[in-house]
């Protein structure tokens, strides 16, 4: 019989909704229930491609015994970390605080009034390694819950204390300047790979934001230094097994530090941040494989990822069934030279074995191969593998495909509508622009309510419970901001506005600028989470100063302009210690210390064609976070295009910067000029 779980809109929940455990979601009655019985609370935070949450499902949760003893002695919540992420925070800082590590699954114990008290991650079904079973966790917690109840409730109040009375140091109110942005990038090269590219040793990350900073970095000063890195590890990353070299997007990480082996999900943030950091680096050298590697991202999150509703789902899993009813990770992606020899006859699999890596040893599991693009002498017919890639992608979509989580994240999908409509603008692919608009409108009817507020996720064309995150904000407003730039529909502005207004009036403290994770009339948690580090995606923090310094040079709003200034004070405190972490809120204090300039474009209509070619030229502008408004003269969707008239008759650009602007020009030339300088 199901349980509670069953009403559930996440995918993730619902993955539960079977178990013999009598999950409870998040909610106020289940700590209710917990103070009733009067036992403590088991929380389980996970999502849906985490291969781990799998396993300690498989092995625990659907184990009749385990869910007997834990529905006896406990209140069971089970959270989706990705659907909460104001809980997951809360409490993965006090796993880290206790443990030194964390990670999901996220196993943790709390008294009914919420405060945590013993913390893990994953726990096996019997001792290893030495760690104890699962059951021996239950046993101990329940025990200690029974026979110390006081000691517990102590060692939970001052844990409690702790968390609340942590700060973070703000670094002032000063936006970074010069000094500060050079040590970042003096810490970045330290810390690069120069062998492989990025950033450290296994597991290596995709370092877009890092990327993104660099880009900027490289535009504003012409460091070469810069450029390189960010070039190398873009060839690396994209030549790599961590990006699918048949089906496009990359994975979440490669275990090693060569990129060779990935952890196979794939995240809907890290190809958005990707697919746009690509397309940036095109426009910065004119790479044809950053072309390729933009296009194949875009083209995979439309195919893949794409609902039925116009937006775009959060991960595909790891794991999929290996055609005996196991599910195996990675087991959709790699191959052995026997299975390219049955797709593609001895004499094409011998070719694709050189081209993509493919070895009798393998590279994975078992002798299969992760597919990469190694480097090596000679010259391979580019028909001839094109031949080849398409064959093995139709056999690869015989395969068992892996699980989607079909649930809409509102911040995620913001970010998806900035790369897919600045990579629709770049290359003249109208129909990823369609995509991106349609995943705003998607975001508009279903997530906004009559007061701008943000609901975190959808599904099904269903807007889940939970109120939207200060990243929700912050990257729902970015890729808004990004959509008016290349549309020339103001409307998205004004959408852009409406969050931000938010942003300032309930998730800004008023004294210090400090922002939060949380709003201020947000469910009030043991502490209001607040980080301002970026780690998969920008942190709400980053995002929303991005947002705001962007509708700042959109439409002069000083309010705005102020808030972004004080929220990089951060930054400035951070980025010359710890850049790896802060890579986006580099890339906007780059913005900052830049202008950003405002590039204002007008002409007779938008179909004008020396009205497209300026409004083209103006997008591929390489100076770091340039705004672009274009219309007719007598438009008033953007400010920026208030009085600015034709030059005799002929479509214009203004490019203005600091409040000084330069004389208008009709030359695409001399605008090129004018943004890369």
């Known amino acids: 019989m199901p349980n509670r779980l069953a009403h559930e809109t996440s995918p993730y929940l619902l993955q539960h909704a079977d178990n013999p455990v009598d999950w409870w979601p998040w909610s106020e009655a289940a700590f209710a229930e917990a103070r009733r019985r009067g036992v403590a609370v088991h929380l389980s935070v996970g999502y849906s491609s985490c291969h781990w949450c799998h396993v300690l499902a498989k092995e625990s949760f659907e184990d009749e015994a385990v869910a007997a003893y834990m529905n006896e002695h406990f209140v069971n919540i089970k959270v989706d970390r990705e659907e909460r992420p104001d809980v997951d925070a809360v409490y993965m800082e006090a796993v880290q605080a206790a443990t030194g590590q964390g990670g999901w699954p996220m196993t943790v114990f709390l008294t009914p009034d919420a405060e945590p008290f013993y913390f893990g991650t994953y726990f096996p079904p019997a001792p290893r390694q030495g760690m104890p079973s699962f059951r021996q966790v239950l046993e101990g917690v329940r025990s200690a819950w029974a026979d110390r109840r006081d000691e517990v409730a102590d060692v939970a109040g001052k844990i409690t204390r702790d968390l609340a009375e942590r700060e973070i140091s703000y670094g002032g109110t000063e936006a970074p300047g010069e000094q500060e942005l050079a040590q970042a990038l003096l810490g970045l090269t330290r810390e690069y790979d120069p062998q492989r590219g990025g950033f450290g040793g296994a597991p290596k990350f995709p370092p877009s934001m890092a990327v993104e900073f660099l880009l900027r970095h490289h535009a504003r000063t012409g460091a070469d230094g810069a450029l390189q890195m960010a070039q190398d590890t873009c060839e690396r990353m994209a030549r790599g097994g961590i990006y699918d070299q048949l089906g496009g997007g990359f994975a979440r990480y490669s275990v090693d530090r060569d ?149 809409i994240v509102a911040a995620w999908n913001g970010l998806a509508v900035a790369a897919l409509a600045e990579t629709g603008a770049y290359f003249d692919r109208p129909d990823l622009v369609d995509a991106a608009v349609a995943a705003a409108d998607l975001l508009v009817r279903l997530h906004l309510d009559e007061h701008a507020r943000l609901s975190r996720t959808s599904k099904d064309g269903k807007a889940g419970a939970n109120a939207g995150v200060l990243e929700d904000y912050g990257d729902v407003a970015e890729g808004f901001l990004a959509l008016a730039s290349v549309t020339g529909e103001g409307v998205w502005l004004d959408f852009a506005g409406f969050l931000l207004d938010h942003v300032l009036a309930r998730f800004t403290d008023a004294e210090s600028g400090a922002l939060y994770d949380t709003a201020a009339d947000a469910e009030q948690l043991i502490r ?150």
């Open 259 to 407: 990129w060779v082996v990935p952890h196979f999900e794939k995240m809907l943030y890290d190809n958005a941040l990707l697919c746009r950091v690509y397309a940036h680096l095109w426009r910065a050298t004119g790479s044809e494989l950053a072309r390729r590697v933009a296009l194949e991202t875009a083209d995979f999150m439309v195919r893949e990822l794409r609902t039925n509703e116009g937006g775009f789902a959060s991960a595909l899993d790891a794991d999929s069934d290996d055609g005996t009813g196991k599910h195996v990770e990675g087991v959709y992606y790699v191959w052995t030279p026997q299975q390219l020899r049955e797709v593609l006859g001895d004499d094409d699999a011998e070719l694709a074995a050189r081209y993509f890596g493919v070895t009798d040893e393998g590279t994975f599991e078992h002798g299969s191969s992760v597919l990469q693009l190694p480097q090596q002498d000679g010259v391979f017919d580019a028909e001839k593998i094109a031949s080849v890639k398409e064959r093995l992608l139709a056999a690869r979509a015989e395969r068992p495909a892996p699980g989607r989580d079909d649930k």
């Open 528 to 677: 209001r989470p607040q980080d301002p580090t970026d780690n998969a995606a920008p942190s709400g923090w980053s995002a929303a100063a991005g947002a705001l310094l962007s509708y700042a040079a959109q439409t002069g709003a000083e309010p705005h302009r102020a808030a972004a200034v004080r929220a990089l004070g951060v930054v400035k405190a951070l980025g010359p210690r710890v850049p790896r972490f802060i890579g986006w809120g580099l890339a906007v204090a780059e913005a900052n210390l830049d202008g950003p300039r405002e590039v204002a474009v007008v002409g007779p209509s938008l179909a004008d064609e020396g009205t497209r070619t300026l409004h083209r030229t103006a997008l591929l502008g390489t100076a770091p976070g340039a705004v672009v408004a274009v219309g007719t003269p007598e438009s008033d969707e953007f400010p920026l295009l208030v009085d600015r008239p034709l030059q005799q008759g002929a479509p214009a650009a203004y490019v203005c910067r600091n409040f000084t602007c330069d004389a208008p020009t009709t030359d695409p030339d001399r605008l090129r000029t004018a943004l890369s300088r």
